[in-house]
């Protein structure tokens, strides 16, 4: 059962709002990872981190930004919501490396998903 | 090109149908091969996994992979309408910090 939590689940706001995406683990995971689903399309990284104080952009460029001040916790947010941002954002986690079984040590556990709308 | 091709459906079948979903690949690198499923409104959750080539067995599902041809496959048996989903393949390559790479997802629909 996985224990990854993603707040708000839908959220329509107006252009150049300011929002923040909660993510949060109770697993102790280190790695942490956004992710933009679009219908049709493939999942694509968009940030990711490591550990406390490590962040890393993705594959796919976005204007977001992300944090990681707590384990737990991986916010993401966006200064100023556009159009072009309508999307799921989808926030996962994964153990990481222990040196002792690689693919369980990778296996992502995904949260439901926050569903945006910028009108 | 994309790395990873993937038919996005919609496949409906009969409940107790065979269902067979596939990918193709082209990074002769990847090792790691998986299977999520996605329920609607849901984020992905880990179906099978398997590691280079040859089969895995898990009740209903089976997931196989063929690195010769860069195809690798889930079979679902006795399919049930709450197999109703979108199936994500997904791989890697070997290594801790290498990132996965998803399919665009099959949807299923199994029909009662």
């Known amino acids: 059962e996985a224990d990854i939590y993603q707040t708000p689940r839908y959220l329509v706001i107006g252009t150049g709002k300011k929002i923040t995406l909660e993510c949060s683990q109770t697993m102790g995971h280190d790695k942490m990872y956004w992710y933009q689903q679009d219908p049709g399309m493939e999942l694509h990284l968009i940030h990711y981190s490591y550990g406390v104080n490590s962040t890393e952009k993705g594959d796919l460029s976005s204007e977001s930004t992300v944090s990681r001040i707590r384990t737990e916790h991986f916010p993401l947010t966006l200064e100023s919501a556009r159009p072009s941002h309508t999307s799921q954002y989808l926030c996962?986690?994964?153990?990481?490396?222990?040196?002792?079984?690689?693919?369980?040590?990778?296996?992502?556990?995904f949260g439901s998903g926050t569903q945006l709308s910028v009108l | 090109q994309k790395e990873v091709e993937q038919d996005p459906g919609p496949l409906s079948v009969p409940e107790g149908a065979i269902v067979s979903l596939n990918c193709t690949y082209s990074n002769s690198a990847f090792q790691y091969f998986m299977w999520y499923r996605q329920y609607s409104r849901k984020g992905p959750e880990l179906l099978m996994y398997t590691y280079s080539s040859g089969n895995k067995e898990d009740g209903r599902f089976t997931a196989q992979v063929d690195k010769s041809s860069k195809y690798i496959s889930l079979f679902i048996r006795d399919s049930q309408p709450s197999d109703s989903a979108t199936y994500l393949c997904a791989m890697r390559g070997p290594g801790g910090y290498q990132k996965v790479t998803f399919g665009i997802g099959t949807k299923l629909q199994v029909i009662p």
């Open positions: 996962a986690s994964s153990r990481g490396p222990t040196g002792t079984d690689t693919f369980s040590d990778e296996k992502l556990f």
